[in-house]
């Protein structure tokens, strides 16, 4: 793999929250190299961060490839200043789809200012990447920036409210749900911000609907053995898109984060595959034949 340049950045969200990542390119670029890279962005998934498990490799994957990787946080998921620790608990509980998409939107408004301090970004062709509910909220903003040019959605859920009616009663009634499996040490909440967010801003967060009115190249990979997002999931979503526009790759017997963990030691060979569709994909969509408009 190149030798890869690797910065930390921290931006201001509209919340005022602090929204931090890290991007990356290739040392093979000189200072004098008028050459200009694509972007991808990536967003983790519920419950997950930056520098989980196979995240910053993914960076540095992409970075080896020919682009400028940005991986962040989202400025509500728990971890603060220490990058490994979930110790953000009013933030976390607090958090909501509309900020995630507020965020993603804060790291497209700093490319296009030129903002990170990279020569090499070509901000006319920027893409997202997300897994899970990263994913969908990379949807919902692809669908509505024109600074996007396509979308990878990586076991990504087709709905944001997965939840029955006595399931949000209950929420409501008690004010919170509590989560036992985030930390070994800590216990995490969900205030019913999140609920208010996805019930009143209904028709926005409808997934099926963004992805129907998408109208740019999407990339959609899911695994048959996923537990949290159903393959069925996948299919729906990929129902309701312009197939013309389309690509969607079944992983027989894949799981959610294909094969991946935390403490990421050991490498996945259906991670670094997903990596490679994913890549050359981008290369495809991304490369300077494809005309926009």
């Excluded at 998921?77 to 509980?93: D, L, Q, S, T």
């Excluded at 963004?210 to 999931?233: C, F, M, R, W, Y």
Aim: aromatic share 8%; glycine share 6%.
């Amino acid at each position: 793999m190149h030798d890869i340049t690797e910065k930390h950045f921290t931006l201001t969200t509209p919340s005022g929250a602090p929204l931090r990542g890290d991007i990356r390119w290739s040392n093979t670029l000189g200072e004098s190299d008028e050459k200009t890279l694509p972007v991808v962005v990536v967003c983790h998934g519920f419950k997950a961060f930056k520098d989980w498990g196979p995240f910053p490799s993914i960076g540095r994957h992409f970075a080896s490839r020919g682009f400028v990787s940005i991986v962040i946080n989202f400025s509500h998921n728990g971890i603060g200043e220490e990058p490994r620790r979930f110790v953000e608990h009013e933030k976390f509980a607090h958090n909501t789809v509309s900020l995630e998409i507020d965020d993603v939107k804060t790291v497209l408004r700093e490319i296009d200012e030129g903002a990170f301090g990279c020569k090499y970004i070509d901000r006319l062709k920027v893409a997202l990447v997300g897994h899970s509910r990263g994913g969908a909220v990379c949807l919902i903003t692809a669908k509505e920036e024109h600074r996007v040019r396509a979308a990878v959605a990586w076991s990504t859920i087709a709905h944001f409210n997965r939840y029955s009616e006595e399931q949000k009663l209950r929420w409501r009634e008690k004010g919170f749900v509590q989560l036992h499996s985030v930390s070994e040490h800590n216990l995490f909440r969900i205030s019913t911000a999140l609920l208010d967010d996805i019930e009143n801003n209904a028709d926005r967060l409808d997934l099926v609907k963004a992805v129907a009115l998408l109208n740019k190249p999407l990339l959609i990979i899911h695994g048959t053995a996923d537990i949290p997002a159903k393959i069925t999931e996948a299919e729906e979503l990929y129902r309701a898109s312009d197939v013309s526009k389309t690509e969607f790759v079944k992983l027989e017997g894949a799981g959610h984060m294909y094969g991946a963990k935390h403490p990421y030691k050991e490498e996945s060979q259906t991670l670094n595959h997903v990596l490679d569709i994913t890549t050359n994909w981008l290369q495809q969509h991304l490369s300077p034949e494809v005309s926009w408009k």
